[in-house]
């Protein structure tokens, strides 16, 4: 097995299957490990973000990808290649680490939110410079239902190892 293929395989086992679309949980267990009502879809580039609130502050559960715009093999090598953090609410600018590029920045409630592909540089990012979405994607709220979620079988699915 190579490295890749391992690192894929790990990556697979976070995977819930939806009929509309695929899950990759942050947080094992979420939907019993905090008391929430609904979860809050923010998009980032070409997937969405779900977050809860947990107390005073939001916390980042999982990642959507829409099977009208992903393959398992896409994602898998998507989630190898970059990173999406939540922030605490911050108003100094601050240094985000291992970093090749930001491909998508944005505050929702004061969080930063930040999807980048991983790299080697250091990037400072002013969080007073970015746009705070939180009313744009309070009205796409969600309310999941993970008794439809199925594990993903990685023997059903092409996976490129190649990438």
């Keep these: 097995?190579?490295?890749?293929?391992?690192?894929?395989?790990?990556?697979?086992?976070?995977?819930?299957?939806?009929?509309?679309?695929?899950?990759?949980?942050?947080?094992?267990?979420?939907?019993n490990a905090f008391n929430f009502q609904r979860t809050e879809c923010i998009q980032m580039d070409r997937c969405f973000v779900q977050v809860i609130k947990s107390g005073p502050s939001y916390e980042m559960i999982s990642f959507i990808f829409f099977k009208d715009d992903w393959t398992v093999s896409e994602i898998l090598h998507f989630l190898s290649e970059h990173r999406i953090e939540m922030f605490r609410p911050i108003t100094e600018p601050f240094d985000?680490?291992?970093?090749?590029?930001?491909?998508?920045?944005?505050l929702f409630n004061q969080h930063p939110l930040v999807l980048y592909k991983k790299g080697k540089r250091s990037i400072w990012l002013d969080p007073n410079m970015l746009d705070e979405v939180t009313e744009l994607y309070e009205?796409?709220?969600?309310?999941?239902?993970?008794?439809?979620?199925?594990?993903?079988?990685?023997?059903?699915?092409?996976?490129?190892y190649s990438e």
């Design 1 to 31: 097995m190579n490295f890749l293929q391992y690192k894929y395989n790990k990556l697979i086992g976070e995977l819930r299957e939806y009929p509309d679309c695929f899950e990759y949980i942050i947080i094992k267990n979420y939907e």
């Design 139 to 160: 009205q796409y709220n969600k309310i999941n239902y993970t008794g439809l979620a199925t594990e993903i079988d990685k023997d059903k699915f092409h996976i490129d």
């Design 96 to 106: 985000i680490q291992h970093v090749s590029e930001i491909l998508d920045a944005k």
